[in-house]
């Protein structure tokens, strides 16, 4: 843009980075703002801002209309200028080798610089490998007064390209006056560090629960029930990023990387039905609902009540359940406010406690239940009703409150019983906020809990219905019990708990919270059989903590595979017979 004089008041724009290191693939959105400077307000109505992307560029040293491709590390490692150390091409760098070899060598004799590197250099016999990654060595790159710069972008938004990559880029802006083409501002220039490549995914599998021999003819009766996987996996919701991880980089913290990392991960476990918490109400209406539509899912939302302002619009998080629309379809669909079920329990109690527990009791977490039908299997074994019953729940966090966190699961529990037909079975995954053999864990396993008033000051407990009839095991901890698992993933489960040693995983804190507890085969409802479960990972695999640049989310994802059962199938009666 062209632009003419500048007016005799002034604008300033200011520019900030979340991270100043880009990653390839990974939209930058800087934060930009307009103030006035001087006597007069900045125009509201009637001026832009001007954006421009630069990419710096590095010239071929021999053919100088030429992009450089890579980079002579010797040159770089001996101090000698960059510009010529840079070439188009493995020949043109052979073609040069002699006058090349002649500054290596005159650089060695009359430099001041570390003798001891100067002679590894020289008695290496041949020089150091190039190549394009050489670009990409942050150690090599040197700041210089003059640098040429290709435009790339006119967009406010940029996303690195592999062409960026080693390169620095540059944004300038400025604000514009909309009727005179007037700069209104002094233009604003902001460099970035070099363009990163992003990480290397590391896999995780479905490990096989391996069925003891006498069974084997019932493992492997494909067309026995209905096969699918399930995904469970808090994401870590941008509002909570702001606490201290200091041990994550800067550039691995920002939104725009962490959902492109969080995509690929959901994306390559390839579940069936996928059930995600903390997940931000703008994120999920311009991310991950049209990104995971395009994947072939459909999709259910429930965001939590309590908003907060972000200083563009008012967000909250809350609970997605995708799942295939070739696979299943949605038959029903409940949301559950907890901070809506207090009113029973809190007029229960004594009238000198009604108000402090109603203020400790209403949180605002949420559940979301969906019943699933499978249409398309409908035809397998005599037609049996192929539903199953989703759930998606995120509970309490805050450690102070045991008894809040019984209260919300119980009440889950009350509602599915009003909610579910007998013979649907039950996946109930979730952030429960709870380790192993907890109170709200030994309910959900166990189908029942003897009253305590050792962590329920407010007498809360002794009006719950602290029993249910459903046959609930969670996913892993029965995985810790099967015939036949690989020696590598015992070291990663409570030898006690038979429960993942953590899901959630910081230099203060690692524990076990997050589960998916499924309806255990019985003779008497449709139920599930646990086929496999996604390998955990551990401290080795973790590093420092989480998040990280490998992992986006200061939780890991579960996932297991089930077999769906009619009642009366041989499995049912099996496991019947023989419950361990």
């Given at each position: 843009?062209?632009?003419t004089?500048?007016?005799s008041y002034?604008c300033?724009?200011?520019?900030t980075?979340?991270s100043?290191?880009p990653?390839v ?7 930009v703002s ?8 900045a125009?509201?109505?009637d001026?832009s ?5 630069y ?5 071929c040293?021999?053919?100088h209309?030429?992009?450089a ?14 510009k010529?150390?840079y070439?188009?091409s493995?020949k ?14 005159l ?6 610089d570390?003798?001891?590197t100067?002679r590894?250099?020289?008695s ?5 490998e190039?190549?394009s ?7 090599a ?12 972008s006119?967009?406010k938004?940029?996303v690195p390209?592999m062409d960026?990559l080693g ?5 300038e802006?400025?604000?514009v006056?909309?009727?005179s083409?007037?700069a209104l501002s002094d233009?604003n220039?902001?460099?970035?560090d070099?363009v ?5 995914a ?7 629960i ?5 069974s ?12 699918f996987?399930?995904l469970?996996?808090?994401?870590l919701s ?13 550039w ?9 990392n969080?995509?690929r ?6 579940a ?13 209406e311009?991310?991950f ?7 072939g899912y459909?999709?259910?939302?429930k ?7 972000t200083?563009?619009?008012f967000?909250t998080?809350g609970?997605a ?6 696979l299943f ?12 079920k207090t009113?029973?329990?809190v007029e ?7 108000n402090?527990?109603s203020?400790r ?7 979301l ?5 499978t249409p ?6 005599n037609?049996?009703p192929?539903?199953?019953c989703?759930?998606n ?5 805050d450690p102070?409150?045991p ?5 919300q699961v ?5 509602e ?7 013979e649907?079975?039950?996946l ?8 192993p053999?907890s109170d ?18 407010y007498?809360v407990y ?5 029993d ?9 901890a ?9 020696e590598r993933?015992?070291g990663?489960f ?7 040693i ?12 997050d589960?998916i507890?499924?309806?255990e085969c ?7 059989e646990l ?6 990972l551990d401290?080795k695999?973790?590093?420092?903590g ?7 989310s200061d ?10 059962l009619p009642?009366?199938?041989?499995a ?5 017979a023989?419950?361990?």
């Amino acid at each position: 843009m062209d632009l003419t004089e500048t007016h005799s008041y002034k604008c300033k724009v200011n520019v900030t980075l979340r991270s100043t290191k880009p990653v390839v693939g990974c939209e930058i959105n800087p934060f930009v703002s307009v103030r006035s400077e001087g006597p007069l307000p900045a125009p509201s109505r009637d001026y832009s801002v001007s954006y421009k992307w630069y990419r710096e560029q590095k010239f071929c040293s021999i053919h100088h209309d030429k992009m450089a491709t890579f980079q002579c590390v010797s040159c770089v490692k001996l101090n000698i200028t960059r510009k010529e150390s840079y070439h188009c091409s493995t020949k043109c760098f052979l073609n040069s080798w002699q006058a090349h070899m002649w500054r290596h060598r005159l650089k060695m004799e009359t430099s001041t610089d570390d003798k001891q590197t100067i002679r590894k250099l020289r008695s290496c016999g041949s020089w150091p490998e190039f190549g394009s990654e050489c670009l990409s060595n942050e150690k090599a790159v040197v700041m210089e007064e003059e640098k040429e710069w290709l435009l790339v972008s006119c967009s406010k938004n940029y996303v690195p390209k592999m062409d960026d990559l080693g390169l620095t880029l540059k944004l300038e802006c400025v604000a514009v006056d909309f009727s005179s083409n007037t700069a209104l501002s002094d233009l604003n220039v902001t460099l970035t560090d070099p363009v990163i490549e992003f990480p290397t995914a590391q896999p995780r599998c479905i490990v096989q629960i391996q069925c003891p021999r006498e069974s084997s003819s019932l493992c492997s009766t494909s067309l026995n029930g209905i096969h699918f996987s399930v995904l469970s996996y808090n994401i870590l919701s941008d509002l909570y990023t702001n606490q201290k991880y200091h041990y994550c980089p800067s550039w691995a913290l920002v939104w725009e990387y962490r959902r492109h990392n969080l995509l690929r991960e959901i994306i390559e476990y390839s579940a069936d039905i996928i059930c995600l918490q903390e997940v931000q109400s703008d994120h999920f209406e311009n991310f991950f609902k049209p990104e995971l539509t395009k994947e072939g899912y459909m999709v259910v939302y429930k965001k939590r009540t309590n908003e907060v302002y972000t200083g563009k619009q008012f967000v909250t998080d809350g609970c997605a359940t995708f799942y295939r629309n070739d696979l299943f379809k949605e038959v029903a669909k409940y949301e559950i406010e907890f901070n809506k079920k207090t009113s029973p329990v809190v007029e229960a109690l004594k009238s000198e406690l009604r108000n402090e527990a109603s203020i400790r009791l209403k949180k605002d977490n949420i559940a979301l239940v969906v019943i699933l039908g499978t249409p398309k299997y409908c035809h397998t074994y005599n037609a049996f009703p192929s539903r199953v019953c989703v759930v998606n729940a995120h509970i309490c966090s805050d450690p102070k409150f045991p008894d809040v966190k019984l209260f919300q699961v119980v009440t889950l529990i009350n509602e599915l019983e009003k909610i579910l037909q007998p013979e649907i079975p039950l996946l109930i995954c979730g952030d429960f906020n709870s380790v192993p053999k907890s109170d709200p864990h030994t309910f959900m396993v166990t189908g029942r809990l003897e009253y305590s008033d050792s962590v329920d000051p407010y007498g809360v407990y002794q009006h719950l219905k602290l029993d249910h009839q459903f046959s609930l095991a969670s996913a892993y901890a029965s995985f810790g019990l099967a015939v036949g698992k690989q020696e590598r993933h015992l070291g990663k489960f409570n030898l006690k708990t038979r429960e993942p040693i953590l899901t959630f995983f910081s230099p203060r804190f690692s524990k076990t919270l997050d589960y998916i507890f499924f309806t255990e085969c019985f003779l008497i409802v449709n139920s599930l059989e646990l086929e496999g479960v996604l390998e955990l990972l551990d401290n080795k695999d973790l590093a420092a903590g989480l998040p990280s640049p490998l992992w986006s989310s200061d939780h890991i994802a579960l996932m297991a595979t089930f077999r769906m059962l009619p009642k009366n199938h041989p499995a049912t009666a099996r496991k019947q017979a023989d419950p361990s």
